[in-house]
């Protein structure tokens, strides 16, 4: 239900959303405010943990109020989530998110930074975090990101005295964004950053805190605020025709894949920074004081001020054009200051709106969205002066350094259009997210070139400059190539350029579980990046693992078209496990990536090229029963999973479940979050007791302990904590070894236990009737046992279980142990397992 809610307020955002990849085409009164923009000179730097912890409110107060220029930090990109809106995880996920954000900032008017922290899941504790991240590498960056975005004022999000009390990265970013405070301007701290910037001391930092930092709004009325700033954050603007609250509702509600889409908020609201470190503050309700944030904060800025705030003053909505002259001659002005950073971020700001100002249209659109190297592709050009001002395009030039004469004189509103071809270098680098490049660890991305460092994306290479010449003053504004086209049922498109290699390949199933030694048949896809592929396709596989046919030949026509084949895997005699990934060789050069395509209405096209990998695993395991009904939570794959292991899976809905369609199953397993999010789950809890009591299993795996759908989980008193162990090595004890479904029909033993990933369960249990047996106790560093993780009860002839245990996670990744373990879950109980329990007794 929740979804489909979702997928509303998808389309309906979407008519908003869609302007998001066009090229945008402003409003005299958005000229304005980014002329007000260009009058203040000062900045705020946001820092947080993850996408989604910004407070948009502050940010848009910042950005459209104050009219900072403002920034938000985010130490990842939030690979460690959940997403509701598809198929895609860990750094595909990251990738949507990273676009999400972006999106937020396209409305709240602020710009995007990271750093090369990876989030690699939950974690409790800042030291832990630190740990797994490499500290030093994340503080570097943070220093990085101050010495260039270079702040007046830093805003943490977190407070970094929290240590202990909320996720690990949230208190990380506080601490690290206070350690930085202090080296930025220090030049021994990372010498070798000083080649590419330099050095910058923030004036001060500030917690954005909140009444939920204090328990409750009571608390917090009573604390002493002398130390605060308080703004009110839902002010109106006129000129956009919003408050700030709802451009910052807007703004979160983009990170859809986190599930944020939300009702606009509206009226006076206050928000609290409080002062940590720098120069205390003089004047109490001014988070610059002591900062001159006008013109002549910059040698050489009074001339220039005086011309731009005459215009601010005197802004002609009617006829933006008119202030061009001006503009031009504020702008050959800038280019005198001898301060690096002033010059090239008012220069960047002004030119952006001389270019707004004379309604410039300047497009550069492929014919296609996508090229190999070598390949020469056509593209349409098109400019347009919207203005009475007399513009001639002089040249353009292209990114192969080529300039092309033109000398035209673009006349008011008359569209010239006209072809020009591009030579794709032959050795033109993929666009892909640069931070993927190269395999990273679990804590961090591999990033060599310190230049993209902290960059949202990975910069557009293909570009077209336009040379003009406005009222005789050249100017250069350089786009990058898109592709422009329309779709009947969607209207006109836009979409990046890229460049992708020759040919890509996948093997179409990420984790091929084989239960016996039977060969099975696989699917490899290779897709062409260009016409007439030619070459031959082979898998690389573990040593005791075969394959054949060893090599196929492929031939691929078009350009974009994919050719199918079938490989058959033979599995050894033991459980073994490895990976298979597929070689593409085309003459003399071999391809060794996937090709993935995200393609979401609220976020630009991605294309995404990852090492193309499979993980095969020949497991030992035997089982009982056959037939396993699924009930769908939050989603998970556990459905296919099991499939895999050869049970007979149906994915049943709650209307479905009635006594006469329970009888078919042996099993009914519940999927993750089920008992939050399905509002009528209550009403069938009886029947599924009755299930068990006639001899069925039913299996719930976690739901959040807050906002369940009913307190009657299970036939016996059972109440859910929020006691997880994230660390996925925590050693784990069995405190009922004898127990069944430890020793039947698989006996589970420490190994079954090795290799799990990101964590090895949430949502324990914490409390239950004695009719449960806790069967394994486990704990992170440092905390008690927790022993919730999987309980077993008998009721009736069949067993109800609940487990916190990951197997959601663990399935996907194709581990062994989590798969017997389950098994044996299921099989508790069936007939023939209680005869080999007798025989052995
Ligand atoms: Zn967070």
Known sequence: MQKRLLYLFIGLLAVLIAQAQKPKTPSSSEIYQSLQKLNFLGSVLYVAAHPDDENTRLISYMSNHVKARTAYLSLTRGDGGQNLIGPEIRELLGVIRTQELLAARRIDGGEQLFTRANDFGYSKHPDETLEIWNKDEVLSDVVLAIRQFKPDVIINRFDHRRAGKTHGHHTSSA????????????????PNQLNQTSLWQPKRLFYNTSWWRYGSHEEFDKIDKSNMLSFDIGTYYPLKGMSNNELASLASSQHLCQGFGRLAQRGTQNEYIEFLKGDPLTDNDHIFSGIDTSWNRVKGGKAIGDILYAIEENFNFKNPSVHIPQLLKAYQLIQKISDAHWKTQKTKELKSIIEMCAGLYLEASAETNWATGGETINLNIEVLNRSDLPIILTSIQNSNDITISKNIELKGNTKYDFKETLKIKNDAKPTTPYWLNEKGTLGMYKVDDMALIGLPETPRVYTIGFNVLIDNVPLTFTKPIIQRFSKPDKGELYRPFEIIP??????????????NDQQRDITVVVKAGRDNLEGDVEVCHPNDWNIFPKKQKIAIAHKGEEQTLVFTVIPPKNQSEGFMSPIVHIGDKDYTKELIEIDYEHIPFQTVLLPSESKVVRLDIEKRGENIGYIQGAGDVVPESLEQIGYNVRVITLDEITSDTLSNFDAIVVGIRAFNILDDIEFKQQQLFDFVSNGGNVIVQYSTSYGLKTKDLAPFDLELSHDRVTDENAEVRFLNPDHEVLNFPNKITQNDFEGWTQERGLYFANNWGREFTPILSMNDKDEVPKEGS????????????????????????????????????????????????????
């Open 502 to 515: 020759e040919a890509s390949a996948k093997i179409t199933e990420k984790v091929i579980i084989l239960n």
């Open 175 to 190: 601490m690290l964004s206070m350690e930085a405070f202090d080296l930025a301007n220090d030049s021994s701290a990372y």
């Open 790 to 841: 999987l309980l077993i009860a008998q009721h009736g002839k069949g067993y109800y279980i609940y487990t916190g245990l990951s197997f959601f996670r663990e399935f996907p990744a194709g581990v062994s142990g989590a798969y017997r373990l389950f098994a044996n879950i299921l099989s508790l109980g069936k007939d023939d397992v209680k005869e080999a329990l007798k025989l052995t007794d």
